[in-house]
C-alpha cells in the first residue's frame, strides 16, 4: 500500500490500521469534481493518499479512460461510497454492486435525506448499517457530528465512522469541534472527519482533535491548483497528528512570559 | 429479444447470456468465472430485475425478453 510518497520516521511507525489494512497515509481521498481524470490522478499522488472513494454510476462505453484502472494503477485502494441514495434500500443495493464490481467488502455507507443539505439520513443510516453489516460488509458509516448516533453505529458493528465537519461541498470547516472531540474520545474504531473541509487547517484541526484520519474531496478537486493543494493536506494531516501526539499547552487567560525577567540589564 | 439496458432499449440474440451483455457492451473477452480474459480488472457489476448477478454466474444467466438489466461501475465521487 505504498503510493508515491516520502515520509519521515516519526510518521512511518504510525500507521492508521482499518479492519487490518495499515496505511502510511491519514489522508483519505475523494475523487468528485475533478474537470479531468489525468488532472485527478496527479492531485491524488501529490496527496500521497493510499485510500480512495468513487462512486457507483450506470457504465457508458464511450468513457475516456477507467477511474478504477487508475487508482489500481497507482496502487490506491478503493472504497466505494453510496452517494446518492436516500434510502437504506438504495444503499445496500448499491454496496453489493459495488462489492461485485469492485471485488472490495468496505464500503462507505451515505445515506442522505436530502439534496439541498445532502446531510445524513440517521434512520435510514442505522437500518442500512444494520442490514449491510449483517451481509458481511465493512461499514465507514459517514454520519452526523452527533456523538450519540456515532457510538450507535459503532455498536451496530461499523468498521469505521465518519463524522461530518460541516455539509458536502460547503469548504466552512469544523463547525462543532466540540462534538467531534466527544465522537473521538468514546469511539473504539477509527474515526474519521468526512466533509466539510475547506483548507489545510480544517484537517491539521480535525486531527489534532484526535481523528485517526480525514476524508476530502472537493477542498482538492476544485482548488485553483488541485496538485499543490492535495500536496498541502498531505503535510497538514501530518503536522495535525504529530500536534496532537505531541500534547499542546494548555489554553491560559493571561500572558506566561517565555523569557526570564532575572538578570536583565539595567540602563539608565 | 429485447430488453432494457441501463434505461434504454436493446436488442440482443435470443440465446444471449450475461457475459454475451457484457462482453458486448465494454469490449472485453470474459472467461467462465466472469473475469477479463486479459486479466485487467473489468471493474463492472450486473443487476438483472433489480438483483446482483455474481460475475460467477454471469456465463450461466440467460437473459429474457423484457429483462432490466444494470450495468455500473466506479466514477467519480464523493
Not at chain 1, 461530518?164 to 460547503?170: E, N, Q, R, S, V
Not at chain 1, 498541502?232 to 494531516?237: I, P, S
Amino acid at each position: 500500500m505504498t503510493a508515491a510518497s516520502t515520509q519521515t520516521a516519526s510518521t512511518q511507525t504510525d500507521a492508521l490500521v482499518i479492519d487490518g489494512v495499515e496505511f502510511g497515509s491519514r489522508l483519505i481521498m475523494g475523487t468528485g469534481g475533478a474537470p479531468s481524470l489525468d488532472g485527478l490522478g496527479a492531485a491524488l499522488l501529490a496527496s500521497g493518499t493510499e485510500l480512495t472513494t468513487v462512486a457507483m454510476r450506470r457504465y457508458t462505453p464511450t468513457e475516456t479512460g477507467s477511474l478504477f484502472q487508475l487508482l489500481v494503477d497507482h496502487g490506491i485502494r478503493v472504497l466505494p461510497n453510496t452517494a446518492g441514495c436516500f434510502t437504506a434500500k438504495d444503499a445496500v443495493m448499491t454496496a453489493e454492486l459495488a462489492r461485485e464490481a469492485l471485488e472490495t467488502d468496505w464500503v462507505k455507507l451515505e445515506v442522505i435525506a436530502d439534496e439541498h443539505t445532502l446531510l445524513p439520513d440517521a434512520v435510514e443510516l442505522v437500518d442500512a448499517t444494520e442490514k449491510l453489516v449483517d451481509r458481511g460488509f465493512k461499514v465507514f458509516a459517514y454520519t452526523n457530528d452527533d456523538p450519540v448516533l456515532a457510538l450507535r453505529l459503532e455498536n451496530l458493528g461499523a468498521t469505521a465512522v465518519m463524522p461530518l465537519g460541516a455539509p458536502i461541498g460547503t469548504g466552512l470547516g469544523i463547525l462543532n469541534p466540540h462534538n467531534i472531540e466527544l465522537i473521538v474520545s468514546r469511539a473504539s474504531v477509527p474515526v474519521v472527519l468526512d466533509a466539510g473541509i475547506g483548507t489545510a487547517s480544517d484537517a491539521a484541526l480535525a486531527m489534532e482533535l484526535g481523528c485517526d484520519a480525514v476524508l476530502l474531496a472537493t477542498a482538492v478537486t476544485r482548488a485553483q491548483n488541485p496538485v499543490q493543494m492535495g500536496e498541502a493536506f498531505k503535510h497538514a494531516v501530518i503536522a495535525g497528528r504529530l500536534a496532537k501526539q505531541a500534547g499542546r499547552i494548555p489554553r491560559r487567560e493571561h500572558a506566561l512570559a517565555s523569557s526570564a525577567m532575572e538578570g536583565r540589564a539595567e540602563f539608565l | 429479444m429485447n430488453i432494457k439496458l441501463n434505461g434504454a432499449d436493446h436488442t440482443l440474440s435470443d440465446d444471449a447470456s450475461v457475459t454475451t451483455l457484457v462482453t458486448h457492451i465494454t469490449g472485453r473477452t470474459l472467461d467462465t468465472k466472469g473475469q477479463a480474459a486479459d486479466g485487467r480488472k473489468i471493474g463492472v457489476a450486473v443487476a438483472r430485475n433489480s438483483e446482483v448477478v455474481p460475475r460467477s454466474q454471469w456465463a450461466a444467466t440467460a437473459l429474457a425478453e423484457g429483462d432490466e438489466l444494470e450495468i455500473v461501475t466506479a466514477v467519480q465521487g464523493g
